[in-house]
C-alpha cells in the first residue's frame, strides 16, 4: 500500500534558526497537505498543493511539492517559539488501490529554545 | 504498512440508510481513538474522542444520535452514520493512539457518498 515517509521525526532548533521536514511517498500523489498540532491539541491545515513543483509560502512557512509529485518539504525560517509542535504531512493517493487515501507521515516534532 | 486501517475506503449509499466505517489498529493498542471528518482544502474537524469500554465523547455541534460511535476493544472503534443523507457525503478519517508510546497514527480515511 501506499506508504509516506517523513524525516526528522524530532528537531531541536534554537529560536532563529531555521528548520525543514520532508515528505516522500511511495507513490504518485493527487496532492499533498501539511497540518500542525499544539501539543494536546488536534491537527489544523496549514495548506494543500496541487501542482508539480508548487512552491507556496506563508509568512515563514515555505512549502514545496515536487516535479514528480512524490515528495514535499515545510520550511520555516528564523523558527519562533510559538513554532513548536508536530508538523504532518499527508499524501493524496492519485491512483490505483491508493486513488483518494490520505496517507500521513509519522509527523516532526519540532521544539524551539529559546 | 499502515498501522492504522480504516474500513471501507469508499461507500455508498442511499439515503436514509446507515453505514459503518471501521478504524482498526493493526500493531497497537489504543485506548483513545478518534474521528474527523474533512471537507476539500479545510481542516479535519475532530467529531469526537472514542474511549475504549466508555462513552465517546462529542464535539459541540456533532450529533451523537446520528453519528454512533463505539470502541468495544483495544483495536476497534466503529463510526456509524445513522439515517445517512447527501450532506453527510464527506471524507472521515480516524486516528488510534498507541498507549505505550502516546504516538498518533491516522488512518487512509472513508469517502462516503450518500445518494
Known amino acids: 500500500g501506499q506508504q509516506v515517509m517523513q524525516i526528522p521525526q524530532y528537531q531541536h532548533v534554537q529560536e532563529g534558526e531555521d528548520f525543514t521536514t520532508y515528505c516522500n511517498s511511495s507513490?504518485?500523489?493527487?496532492?499533498i497537505q501539511w497540518y500542525k498540532q499544539r501539543p494536546g491539541g488536534h491537527p489544523v491545515f496549514l495548506i494543500q498543493l496541487v501542482k508539480s513543483g508548487e512552491v507556496k509560502k506563508q509568512k515563514r512557512l515555505t512549502f514545496q511539492f515536487g516535479e514528480a509529485k512524490k515528495n514535499s518539504s515545510l520550511h520555516i525560517t528564523a523558527t519562533q517559539t510559538t513554532d513548536v509542535g508536530t508538523y504532518f504531512c499527508?499524501?493524496?493517493?492519485?491512483?490505483?488501490?491508493?486513488?483518494?487515501?490520505?496517507?500521513f507521515g509519522q509527523g516532526t516534532i519540532l521544539t524551539v529554545h529559546p | 504498512g499502515a498501522v492504522v486501517s480504516q474500513h471501507p475506503s469508499w461507500v455508498i449509499c442511499k439515503s436514509g440508510t446507515s453505514v459503518k466505517i471501521e478504524c482498526r489498529s493493526l500493531d497497537f493498542q489504543a485506548t483513545t481513538m478518534f474521528w474527523y471528518r474533512q471537507f476539500p482544502k479545510q481542516s479535519l474537524m475532530l467529531m469526537a474522542t472514542?474511549?475504549?469500554?466508555?462513552?465517546?465523547?462529542?464535539e459541540q455541534g456533532v450529533e451523537k444520535d446520528k453519528f454512533l460511535i463505539n470502541h468495544a476493544s483495544l483495536t476497534l472503534s466503529t463510526l456509524t452514520v445513522t439515517s445517512a443523507h447527501p450532506e453527510d457525503s464527506s471524507f472521515y478519517i480516524c486516528?488510534?493512539?498507541?498507549?505505550?508510546?502516546?504516538?498518533?497514527?491516522f488512518g487512509e480515511g472513508s469517502w462516503l457518498t450518500v445518494v
Open positions: 486516528s488510534a493512539r498507541d498507549q505505550r508510546t502516546n504516538t498518533i497514527y
Open positions: 472514542s474511549n475504549e469500554g466508555s462513552k465517546a465523547t462529542y
Open positions: 499527508a499524501g493524496r493517493g492519485a491512483g490505483g488501490t491508493s486513488y483518494g487515501k490520505l496517507t
Open positions: 507513490t504518485t500523489l493527487s496532492n
